[in-house]
């Protein structure tokens, strides 16, 4: 089973207006990290921001928020006031804690793309 | 303080040739990891390092593929022979072990994109 599902291929926003991309995840492990990560065509991938499993809060990074919801096993990326520079793949990835290996599963990602 | 480093950018090479890839991670971080992208599969863990020392190679596709980190502050990722279906996006990341859970997020590289004919 996968341990990451991102099930849109692609999405579409207007310029200004919020987009949600959605992640599920699949674990056991009471410990874990969430993360999402933005690849611009330009290839490199770069962290926009991280969710600890017993945080309480959702997190914000600017005008990205990840909305967590742990009962359902959900990690949606908020982008709000989206702008063309938006305009990427995402990654949504876990790292489970239990074995010591910190090492995350990453999603195939979603590709967003906003219209001007 | 600079990201992580990879050389080079762009790699195009004929096949049988030999390819090394390189990669400085940041500084202070103790574990490295070597991903590869492609349409079809994704991102792949190839093999990753904690304090130099490899981990984890099941992700190491042949015995084609070969990993070194002979300090700290370096790491290579070598071909031999490449084949046309090593031709992808490799990636080097790096991450810490130390303080709270977010010390251990990992930040890429800029990608070697690797062609070979």
């Known amino acids: 089973a996968q341990k990451i599902t991102q099930t849109q291929p692609g999405m579409f926003v207007q310029e200004k207006e919020a987009v949600t991309l959605d992640c599920t995840y699949d674990?056991?492990?009471?410990?874990?990290?969430l993360f999402w990560y933005k690849q611009p065509s330009s290839g490199e991938m770069i962290f926009l921001i991280y969710?600890?499993?017993?945080?309480?809060q959702n997190a914000t990074e600017g005008r990205y928020s990840l909305n967590f919801q742990k009962a359902r096993k959900s990690a949606n990326l908020v982008i709000s006031a989206s702008q063309l520079g938006d305009s990427a793949m995402y990654f949504c990835?876990?790292?489970?804690?239990?074995?010591?290996?910190?090492?995350?599963?990453f999603g195939r990602g979603t590709s967003l793309i906003v219209h001007p | 303080d600079a990201g992580v480093i990879q050389s080079p950018r762009h790699e195009v090479t004929e096949m049988g040739q030999e390819v090394t890839l390189r990669c400085k991670p940041i500084?202070?971080?103790?574990?490295l990891f070597w991903y590869r992208q492609t349409m079809m599969r994704g991102l792949e863990l190839l093999i990753y390092?904690?304090?130099?020392?490899?981990?984890?190679d099941s992700g190491m596709p042949e015995d084609r593929f070969s990993a070194k980190m002979p300090n700290a502050s370096f790491s290579t990722l070598k071909i031999q022979p490449s084949e046309p279906r090593d031709s992808a996006v490799y990636f080097c990341?790096?991450?810490?072990?130390?303080?709270?859970?977010?010390?251990?997020?990992?930040?890429f590289g800029a990608g070697t994109r690797l062609s070979v004919l």
């Open positions: 990341a790096s991450s810490s072990a130390s303080g709270s859970s977010r010390g251990r997020i990992q930040y």
């Open positions: 674990t056991s492990d009471p410990s874990y990290g």
């Open positions: 969710q600890g499993s017993y945080d309480q």
């Open positions: 990835a876990m790292r489970e804690v239990s074995g010591g290996s910190y090492i995350p599963t």
């Open positions: 500084s202070g971080h103790d574990y």
């Open positions: 390092f904690n304090n130099n020392v490899p981990i984890d």
